[in-house]
């Protein structure tokens, strides 16, 4: 089984600071995890992803994220905050051991950016 | 960029009717999914769709619902004796045939049980 925990359901950060968004997962198999981004009244967004290879990824408006296999970790990371970036942010995970697979969502984080 | 698209994007309904959520995911994809969010809750998986039948689904996905693909381009989601708590968003989303693409989501379509 699979799950996954944000911590923190609302994060509000100034403009121009530090964006950190927990991540954290369970996963019996090797995992794909990802980060999606909801803006008000619109679907989900793919952020980033890591899938294999280098586990530093780089997304969309950006952000990064690492994934950390020994603190079983996928933090999302963005160096300065814009007003823009107000959004809900969904961390997932699927299984990597066979084709196309269900996400598995945290229950999201909240991100506020105060001018 | 292709984009997966959603209608209505909200349908209202009463209690008992029977509703179809439509999708029309990008076009070279061939793994589709649905899934809902509950207001305030988590965005839950429902059940994924290949190759002209259901390869997986939840716990959530009983004989209430039905999918179907009835044509080359539309995929459905049918939700039969509506109940009060099926009042959520419903999302589609679509992918290619590795194990490696990301799902690509519709703007979901809010459904009200009244």
């Known amino acids: 089984a699979q799950s996954v925990t944000q911590l923190g359901s609302h994060v509000s950060v100034s403009e121009g600071a530090l964006v950190l968004l927990r991540c954290n997962y369970s996963s019996s198999v090797p995992p794909y995890l990802f980060w999606y981004v909801q803006y008000p009244n619109q679907g989900l967004q793919l952020l980033l992803k890591y899938t294999t290879g280098a586990t530093l990824v780089k997304g969309i408006n950006g952000f990064e994220a690492e994934f950390k296999k020994s603190e079983t970790s996928f933090h999302l990371t963005k160096p300065s905050a814009h007003m823009s970036d107000a959004a809900e942010y969904f961390c997932?995970?699927?299984?990597?051991?066979?084709?196309?697979?269900?996400?598995?969502f945290g229950k999201g984080t909240r991100l506020s950016v105060i001018a | 960029e292709p984009e997966v698209t959603q209608t209505p994007s909200h349908q209202v309904t009463q209690m008992g009717q029977e509703v179809i959520l439509r999708c029309v995911p990008i076009s070279n994809h061939l793994y589709f999914y649905w899934y809902r969010q509950i207001l305030g809750q988590k965005v839950e998986f429902l059940v994924s769709?290949?190759?002209?039948?259901?390869?997986?689904k939840s716990e959530i996905f009983d004989d209430q619902f039905s999918v179907e693909r009835p044509d080359g381009s539309n995929f459905t989601l049918k939700i039969r004796s509506t109940k009060l708590e099926d009042s959520a968003m419903y999302f589609c989303a679509s992918s290619r045939d590795h194990s490696n693409q990301p799902q690509h989501f519709g703007d979901g379509t809010r459904l009200s049980i009244l």
């Open positions: 769709f290949y190759n002209n039948e259901i390869s997986e």
């Open positions: 997932a995970v699927s299984r990597a051991d066979s084709g196309n697979t269900p996400l598995v």
